[in-house]
């Protein structure tokens, strides 16, 4: 029901209560003072007819008196008189429909008696009834004026008013904070109005201050995860060069045989196969380079863009631990992928999911002694994410890069991944790589827990959302 209308029912439903109380208490004074003037004209009456009764008594006897009582009777017919012989007189009241008073003969009358006086009450019972069929007529009048006057006021000075706040309350809801709600009124609802327009101007103008923020955030991590794959790029060039070198000294004692026309047609023909082969190998690993250090989108655009996409999470392991190989192998590290019964798939985008694994795989690699193995397995879990209150348990693709070295410090498992904190050697690491691969992680709904023990390595597991079925 509305506010209007509850309104209404409420000053209907008051104002005739209030008319009912004042009708009752009209009605019972009314009654008291119809029954007090009826009593005062019988007690004369009573004395009169009982002056005239002892008279007849006195001069003639009873039966005299019995007929004068029938002359007074028969002058009034609304009122009865009777000669009562004998006995103490009765109480005054109402009895049936009719009122009873009664009075004692005087004292010079020669006989004891009672001289009882009765008029009927239908004059006083239709006086109520008309009176209370006006009650009723003026009643219903003034409540359906009440009603409709209510209705109309209450309409316009708060139904209106509140429609129009709850609505533009539903679109602050929404996110529309514009056009402000117009209320002329000068009261507590007009000033409600006016505070809330108020209040989306400054919504409005802290979501522009905090998407300007956002921005310029988006646009520092981007810059701050482009410097750091680029760093990667810079220790894998060493590798590089080895994995280049091979095919390239292939492909020049090959062109040198060509060159001094050693061999025959189908010679020559299988050296132009060795230098092709030789030339896609080393393509392909200048490709991967690059496709690695030309980045990715930025945090907002994997948030809002690409969590849609599927991403085969074993293979994206096997192309980074290939990636990396040269530089596992420089320093005599190997990498092992475990094979999984069946692939799991993730959501996210492939360029962030890469970069946040290989700078997993290069903090495991550096952290390994010489001979060491890093392992990484995938697998699919249900977890609690870390990060979230109240937030139910539910499936999530893990990447667990498992290392053999020395373990973190006691006291630094808090810092790991600020950006900046490093415990290598100068020239080893600017302290990037966790604090990137761990804000990729949180852009796409996971995070990296860590599970690391002094003298028996760590483990690094990358938690993304796993994708659907």
């Known amino acids: 029901m509305k506010v209007a ?7 209907v439903a008051s104002m005739c209560a209030v008319i009912a109380a004042s009708a009752v208490v009209r009605w019972r004074h009314d009654q008291e003072i119809f029954e007090d003037d009826m009593a005062r004209d019988h ?14 008594l006195q001069s003639h006897g009873p039966a005299e008196a019995a007929l004068r009582v029938d002359r007074m009777n028969q002058r009034n017919q609304e009122i009865h008189i009777r000669w009562i012989p004998g006995g103490p007189p009765r109480p005054s009241g109402v009895r049936g429909d009719r009122f009873y008073s009664y009075a004692p003969l005087p004292p010079e009358s020669p006989e004891p008696g009672t001289i009882e006086v009765s008029e009927s009450l239908a004059r006083e019972r239709a006086y109520m009834r008309a009176d209370f069929q006006q009650t009723i007529i003026v009643t219903l009048v003034m409540a359906t004026t009440a009603a409709l006057l209510s209705a109309l006021l209450g309409y316009r000075l708060i139904g209106t008013p509140l429609s129009l706040l709850a609505k533009k309350a539903h679109q602050v809801g929404t996110g529309q904070l514009q056009p402000p709600v117009a209320l002329p009124q000068k009261d507590e609802l007009g000033e409600l109005a006016r505070e809330m327009n108020v209040m989306c101007e400054r919504l409005a103008d802290s979501n522009a201050r905090v998407a300007a923020e956002s921005q310029a955030r988006a646009v520092a991590l981007d810059a701050l995860r482009q410097s750091d794959r680029l760093a990667t790029v810079g220790k894998l060039a060493a590798g590089l060069a080895h994995e280049l070198g091979t095919p390239l000294n292939v492909v020049a004692a090959r062109a040198a045989m060509i060159a001094a ?27 991967q380079l690059v496709d690695f250090a030309r980045g990715g989108a930025s945090p907002l655009r994997v948030r809002v863009a690409t969590m849609a996409a599927e991403l085969d999470l074993v293979e994206i392991a096997r192309r980074t631990s290939a990636l990396l190989a040269p530089l596992a192998a420089q320093r005599r590290v190997s990498i092992h992928v475990g094979e999984g019964s069946a692939a ?5 985008d492939v360029a962030q999911v890469e970069q946040a694994l290989a700078n997993l795989l290069a903090n495991a690699i550096q952290a390994s002694p010489p001979r060491g193995e890093v392992d990484v397995g995938v697998d699919l879990v249900r977890a609690t994410p870390p990060h979230g209150i109240g937030e139910p348990e539910r499936a999530f693709a893990r990447v667990s890069v498992h290392d053999q070295g020395p373990g973190i410090v006691p006291g630094n498992e808090a810092r790991i991944f600020e950006p900046f904190f490093t415990t290598r050697e100068v020239g080893d690491g600017i302290g990037l790589g966790l604090s990137v691969a761990y804000g990729i992680a949180r852009d796409h709904g996971g995070w990296i827990a860590v599970d690391s023990q002094p003298g028996q390595g760590s483990r690094f597991s990358l938690f993304l959302p796993a994708a659907a079925g």
Request: proline share 2%; glycine share 14%.
């Open 5 to 11: 209308a509850k309104l209404a029912w409420v000053i």
């Open 43 to 56: 007690v004369a009456l009573a004395r009169y007819a009982g002056g005239a009764v002892a008279q007849a």
């Open 261 to 287: 026309k050693e061999g025959g047609p189908d010679q020559l023909a299988s050296y132009g196969r060795i230098i092709e082969a030789q030339a896609e190998r080393m393509n392909r690993i200048v490709r």
């Open 344 to 348: 799991v798939a993730g959501r996210g």
